[in-house]
């Protein structure tokens, strides 16, 4: 048998097997690829997966919620970006909060920088920033006379709508004031508010071989490896014997 | 879990849970922006996303605004509309000014994207000027793209829809 027959029959083979035992591999690496080029599209940087296994695996200290904040039959509950607004998640990313207060119309949360306002149905309704506030950090907020009173280094201030602020004096403010969680609350919310990874993330990651940790990408390269010689091999055996066959 | 691979993703979770109090590069604050269009910065006014709006909103954004109230502030035919929309990953801030229906000027205010900021220049927002709605709350031009900068192009767009939208609602609300 001739040399060049030789390495054919060994080009052949081997093509077929490093096939055969990368598909999967190569049929994953096609599919979260093709996923994360539409990811934007399909919502998975706003999903998140929240397991206390993925929070381990990436490291991710949990933080236990601590306190609650109540004002009327509305409830509050924070822990690793999370806010648990009266049993519903409220979303991601969220920053820690300074206080809830209940209003005839409307529930309003606060946190240094903003405020949240919610109708009863818990549907968010505005959330005013720095712009839109008279001044922030906001230390606390608390209600009077049934309007929504700040608390903040430059003074006192009261609204009726949210929208429009005058100043106030500090007296009869009924202030929104954590309310320490027992030890079978803390349990029940931290289970609740457990942190989590995006799904982008976590596809990005599992893509790119570094969900597995260092040896991950490298191993990710070895299939890039791998792929390079199935298309090289593919192509001399598609090229070779044609190319025989012209010369005949 | 092995300690190197905690070691490798720590980092990523710690810039994921950064990005989330990222505060983008600011152009001009908004407040900024409103009292250079108006001389100072009028009282805001509300204009509520009722389920029929919100329908409308949809259709133009793709998915249910993320608050009930939209805050804005005019002046006569003048509006004026802060808008928030996501690019790829991140929250848009851009300022849209709105005279008779028609965009008179765009600002892009806060940009948190990594890429994409050519959409502040303007060679791109000047496309936007006297743009109106069209049929199917479109706007009455092609705008033309920005090659790296697709979904930013598209948020751009959309707001521009949007604010022309709920410029047009306002007035209803008004004299309706």
């Known amino acids: 048998m001739s040399p060049k027959l030789l390495l054919l029959l060994f080009l052949r083979r081997w093509h077929a097997r490093i096939g055969f035992a990368a598909v999967v591999f190569f049929l994953f690496l096609a599919v979260t690829g093709v996923i994360l080029n539409h990811a934007t599209g399909l919502g998975l940087d706003t999903r998140y997966v929240h397991a206390a296994w993925l929070a381990r695996w990436y490291g991710l200290v949990p933080e236990s919620p601590r306190h609650a904040f109540r004002s009327g039959r509305h409830d509050l509950v924070a822990a690793n970006g999370r806010w648990l607004l009266?049993?519903?998640?409220?979303?991601?990313r969220f920053p820690a909060p300074v206080g809830l207060v209940e209003l005839p119309d409307m529930m309003?949360?606060?946190?240094?920088?903003?405020?949240?306002?919610?109708?009863?149905?818990?549907?968010?309704?505005?959330?005013?920033?720095?712009?839109?506030?008279?001044?922030?950090?906001?230390?606390?907020?608390?209600?009077?006379?049934?309007?929504?009173?700040?608390?903040?280094?430059?003074?006192?201030?009261?609204?009726?709508?949210?929208?429009?602020w005058q100043p106030a004096p500090r007296d009869v403010i009924a202030w929104s004031a954590p309310a320490d969680l027992s030890v079978a609350e803390r349990d029940r919310y931290a289970k609740l508010l457990e942190p989590g990874v995006?799904?982008?993330?976590?596809?990005?990651?599992?893509?790119?071989?570094?969900?597995?940790?260092?040896?991950?990408?490298?191993?990710?390269?070895?299939?890039?490896?791998?792929?390079?010689?199935?298309s090289l091999s593919g192509a001399w055996l598609f090229l070779k014997p044609r190319h025989r066959r012209e010369r005949r | 879990m092995?300690?190197?691979?905690?070691?490798?993703?720590?980092?990523?979770?710690?810039?994921?849970?950064a990005s989330g109090v990222a505060q983008g590069q600011v152009y001009q604050e908004p407040d900024a922006f409103i009292a250079e269009v108006f001389g100072s910065k009028p009282a805001p006014k509300v204009l509520w996303l009722t389920k029929d709006i919100q329908e409308q909103v949809v259709a133009i954004l793709g998915h249910p605004p993320t608050q009930l109230r939209q805050r804005y502030w005019s002046e006569g035919a003048k509006s004026v509309w802060i808008l928030e929309e996501t690019g790829k990953e991140e929250l848009i801030t851009a300022g849209f000014v709105v005279v008779g229906g028609r965009i008179d000027h765009v600002r892009v205010l806060v940009?948190?994207?990594?890429?994409?900021?050519?959409?502040?220049?303007?060679?791109?927002?000047?496309?936007?000027?006297?743009?109106?709605?069209?049929?199917?709350?479109?706007?009455?031009?092609?705008i033309d793209g920005i090659v790296g900068a697709t979904l930013s192009v598209g948020a751009m767009e959309r707001m521009a829809r949007l604010a022309l939208l709920f410029d047009r609602l306002s007035h209803d609300k008004v004299h309706g």
């Open chain 1, 86 to 92: 009266d049993g519903q998640i409220s979303g991601e």
């Open chain 1, 108 to 164: 309003v949360v606060a946190t240094s920088a903003s405020l949240y306002i919610y109708g009863k149905d818990g549907a968010l309704i505005d959330r005013l920033e720095k712009g839109a506030l008279p001044a922030t950090p906001v230390q606390a907020i608390g209600s009077g006379a049934q309007r929504l009173m700040l608390r903040t280094a430059s003074g006192t201030f009261k609204s009726s709508d949210a929208l429009s």
């Open chain 1, 198 to 230: 995006s799904v982008q993330r976590l596809l990005l990651d599992l893509h790119s071989g570094r969900f597995a940790g260092r040896y991950g990408p490298l191993a990710v390269d070895l299939l890039a490896v791998f792929l390079a010689v199935l």
């Open chain 2, 2 to 17: 092995t300690r190197a691979a905690r070691r490798l993703l720590a980092p990523l979770a710690l810039a994921v849970a």
């Open chain 2, 111 to 142: 940009y948190r994207e990594s890429r994409g900021q050519e959409v502040r220049q303007s060679s791109f927002v000047k496309q936007f000027k006297d743009a109106k709605l069209a049929q199917g709350n479109r706007l009455d031009r092609d």
